[in-house]
């Protein structure tokens, strides 16, 4: 089992920029890929960002994911932020078998 807790969301205001952080408990061997997607009211669920031993992969040019193995720890790094940006973002670890999901964190951008 895969424990997975988001942190690092809140409210920033249109330009500014968040630091995400997915922090892993559990066994993590077996994770072949860790991701961020993001879910805004009344739209699916969309991949933001993944990474996996043969690199990343970030779908929007202002995210950049990162991963510190050390601390099982994953990071998304959004810059230049804009109000459609607000959702509520998830990390995901994906092993063979299984994806597992933290809660989620609030992303607010706003005026």
């Known amino acids: 089992q895969v424990q997975l807790v988001e942190s690092g969301g809140g409210l920033v205001q249109p330009g500014g920029s968040l630091r995400l952080s997915c922090a892993a408990s559990?066994?993590?061997?077996?994770?072949?890929?860790m991701a961020w997607y993001r879910q805004a009211p009344g739209k699916e669920r969309e991949l933001v960002a993944a990474?996996?031993?043969g690199g990343a992969t970030n779908y929007a040019d202002r995210f950049t994911i990162s991963r510190d193995n050390a601390k099982n720890t994953v990071y998304l790094q959004m810059n230049s932020l804009k109000p459609e940006d607000t959702a509520v973002y998830y990390c995901?670890?994906?092993?063979?078998?299984?994806?597992?999901w933290g809660q989620g964190t609030q992303v607010t951008v706003s005026s």
């Open positions: 990474i996996t031993s």
């Open positions: 995901q670890f994906r092993s063979a078998s299984y994806n597992y």
């Open positions: 559990g066994s993590i061997r077996g994770i072949v890929r």
